[in-house]
């Protein structure tokens, strides 16, 4: 594979009905993100810092509140954009920063859907795939992959209740309760339900290596289990280093194909960090 030039640091951030793009020319506003995205059952987060806006634009973000979404697209001029967050907003102010003014915004993704208090009863034998989309639906999050991987997975499709349940609590923990006896995984991502396997989702790895974005040199360091070696890598930030996706890495200190657990991107259009930070379990 050939080398990809990283050139031109560009971010766009959709809040509301306000849209701040800077400009494929470098100039413009300062712009700070801090996204970090998993697979628990916790919500993705994001906190974006936005410099000298205009006092109008600044005024149209304090006056956001919970019902209004926020969309964050980051990438080079010449590789082009890619979204790396869409959620809720929980938080808008401004401050100044010696002589900046800087507009913070904070947001999580699925944070509703998340918490959405559940109590449905099921009796011996309903099928686990009821269970699920009952979850997804009464949580209000989209449907996201859901019957793509009853499509794919037959011990997912197949599975039934070996008792009676009354399912209590919060629709983010439930979904993780049900999906990990099976293998899987339950999180929120863009607004949407991922299930995912210890594969990871059906898509072709990205190949991390000197060349391809890979910075420094990646680790191996045991899991709390003490038995799973996780890998921590980090990497210029590009499409398919999501939670879920598959990575191959190809480095003097590690090589292999692992499955992201953890991602954050972090960094600043004019600052020095401009990067994605991954940790994933081996394939």
Known sequence: MASVIFRGRRVKVQIGTLLIETPATGDGLNVEIDVVRTLDRLPNTATVKIYNMTEMHR????????????????????TGLFEIFRGEVRLAQTARQDADLVTTIEAADGH?????RINRSYARGTKLS????????????????????????????NAKLETGITLRG???????????????????????????GTGG???????????TGLLGSPSLALDQDGKTRILSAEARPQPGLEPGRQVRVEAESVTGTFVVQRSQYAGSVNGEQWTAAIEARPY
């Open 59 to 78: 005024r149209q973000c304090e006056a956001l509140t919970g019902d209004d979404r926020i969309a964050l697209e980051i990438g080079y001029v010449t």
């Open 112 to 116: 509703k859907a998340i918490n959405a």
């Open 130 to 157: 009821v269970v699920l989309r009952d979850l997804q639906q009464l949580s209000g999050m989209g449907p996201g992959n859901l019957d793509e991987m009853l499509a794919r997975e037959p011990r997912l499709a």
């Open 170 to 196: 919060e629709a983010g923990k439930l979904i993780q309760e049900a999906l990990g006896p099976q293998g899987f995984t339950g999180s929120v991502q863009a607004g949407v339900m991922q299930v995912t």
């Open 201 to 211: 989702l059906p898509a072709t790895a990205v190949l991390l290596k000197p060349g």
